[in-house]
């Protein structure tokens, strides 16, 4: 069982001296807890003890080693993955590919960042699921797989199948409907064997801007 860090002598010098190895929320905060820290040192007054409590949290925090950033991965050329999204981006208000491969237990969900997120017009990679269950895997930016830091340990095999997907997107969709029965796109149940073949149905097919016929399934 992990105990919190213990309020000492040192505690507010420690937090002072490393105030700047904190994020932004974190260093405002110990910012502010600093400043009140001075006054009642002024003033005579007592420290309170849940100030305290977390000026040891912060100033722990702020000394420990950060853990190196995972490695990120070049994806290749994004013109096939771009051309989805740009297709589809006229008729759904948010599409999402979903895509999935024998060597992983799970699937991904790519989506395109909106306007007000960090890294607006770069691809989160997430898992699939509901929004309360989804896992934030990274971002793709400028070619580029960037894996979040507690997904490191799912980094290589996401970024495999993010390159095979921008490599051949038709044949990774093929590969995801013949191996889970559900479209890439809107993760329902494919009907027909030109649907299972292509990976996607017929109403996505038009969506994404993608053929949806026997010949094409052939092909695939």
Not at 46 to 73: C, H, N, Q, V
Not at 116 to 128: D, H
Request: proline share 5%.
């Amino acid at each position: 069982m992990n105990t919190a860090p213990a309020f000492g002598p040192f505690t507010m010098q420690t937090l002072a001296a490393n105030l700047a190895n904190l994020g932004d929320k974190d260093r405002a905060f110990a910012s502010d807890l600093l400043k009140a820290w001075d006054q009642c040192q002024s003033k005579g007054w007592e420290y309170s003890p849940g100030r305290a409590k977390w000026a040891a949290i912060l100033a722990d925090r702020a000394t420990k080693p950060k853990a190196a950033a995972p490695e990120t991965a070049e994806i290749g050329s994004m013109k096939g993955i771009d051309a989805l999204f740009n297709a589809a981006g006229k008729k759904l208000q948010r599409p999402a590919i979903v895509l999935t491969a024998k060597d992983l237990d799970f699937a991904l969900r790519l989506t395109v960042a909106g306007k007000g997120s960090k890294a607006p017009g770069s691809i989160n990679v997430t898992t699939n699921g509901s929004f309360e269950q989804r896992e934030w895997l990274g971002r793709i930016s400028g070619g580029v797989f960037q894996p979040g830091f507690k997904a490191a340990d799912k980094a290589e095999p996401v970024a495999n199948l993010l390159k095979a997907f921008a490599a051949d997107p038709a044949g990774v969709a093929a590969a995801h409907g013949k191996l889970t029965g559900a479209c890439c796109f809107c993760n329902r149940s494919l009907k027909d064997s030109t649907s299972v073949a292509l990976g996607y149905g017929p109403v996505c097919a038009e969506n994404f801007g993608l053929p949806h016929s026997a010949q094409a399934a052939k092909a695939a």
